[in-house]
């Protein structure tokens, strides 16, 4: 039995390798297949030896339409555009997804959500164990303080991350509007610059910092009068995300069709 057939559209990027690696390591999946972009070089390597785990027999492919078919459940960690694309494909060829992709806009997150109509998808800015029991923990204490605590999210990333801010911290101002029972977009600060004159009470606040190899820092700041308090999370390696992400593909693979998120994989 080969198990949970997985394939990773993206193989060849960080992420991409180790998903396939942990994919390999996991008992009761097997790697399905994996594509990349044409003229990325990585098209026809063995996707085992590109993932360090030696040679499975399996060479990387440029067409993302043959990985879905060939797979149980498909996991997609690309650019926002291919990931609407992928998730159109993937609903008319009847394949699960895991969507770990941050930065959708509106319209691609659209996209998404009518394709998940037809199959189920697991959709989450963050596959971390930790991150997602701190999402639970946000919202509960934005619950209990009120808006009268101002609340800033501090995130840290690797110099070559593309979007500001972070999926994850998004995700966490959106816990914090739903612990206050408000629209997130009508209280979002996501910078400042120049006189902006007092803070707005309410206002969800948001700074991004980039530089280094840093994998991934979030803080929640709720600073209220004469006192701070501050949820902290610091990812160490890019592991966490990938182990998260197979255990949500393993999940996903037989449910309904609709949009999950890592809350319902792990029945937080």
């Known amino acids: 039995m080969a198990g949970t057939k997985m394939g990773v559209v993206g193989c060849g990027g960080r992420m991409g390798r180790m998903l396939v690696a942990e994919i390999a390591a996991t008992e009761g999946c097997s790697v399905a297949g994996g594509s990349e972009a044409p003229g990325s070089g990585y098209v026809n390597q063995d996707i085992g030896e590109l993932a360090g785990i030696g040679r499975i027999g399996i060479p ?112 966490l101002g959106r816990a914090v509007a739903a612990g206050r029972g408000v629209v997130f977009e009508e209280v979002e600060q996501r910078a400042r610059d120049g006189i902006t004159g007092p803070r707005r009470t309410g206002d969800i606040g948001f700074a991004a910092l980039r530089g280094g190899d840093a994998v991934g820092d979030h803080h929640v700041i709720f600073a209220g009068a ?37 809350k319902e994989v792990l029945g937080l």
Do not use: C
Request: avoid cysteine; proline fraction near 5%.
């Open 60 to 171: 990387i492919g440029e067409a993302v339409e043959k990985v879905i078919h060939d797979s149980d459940v498909v996991l997609e960690f690309t650019s926002p555009e291919a990931t609407a694309e992928h998730a159109e494909l993937a609903a008319s060829l009847g394949t699960a997804m895991v969507i770990g992709t941050t930065g959708l806009g509106p319209e691609q997150g659209d996209r998404v959500r009518q394709a998940a109509r037809r199959i189920p998808i697991v959709w989450a800015p963050n596959m971390s164990l930790g991150v997602n029991v701190l999402l639970s923990v946000v919202e509960e204490v934005a619950r209990r303080l009120g808006p009268d605590w101002d609340v800033e999210i501090m995130e840290m990333h690797h110099r070559g991350k593309v979007d500001a801010p972070s999926g994850t911290a998004l995700a």
């Open 226 to 262: 004469a006192e701070r308090l501050e949820l902290i999370h610091r990812a160490t390696s890019r592991a966490i995300y990938a182990k998260g992400a197979i255990r949500a593909a393993r999940w996903v693979v037989g449910h309904p069709a609709g949009v999950y998120g890592l």
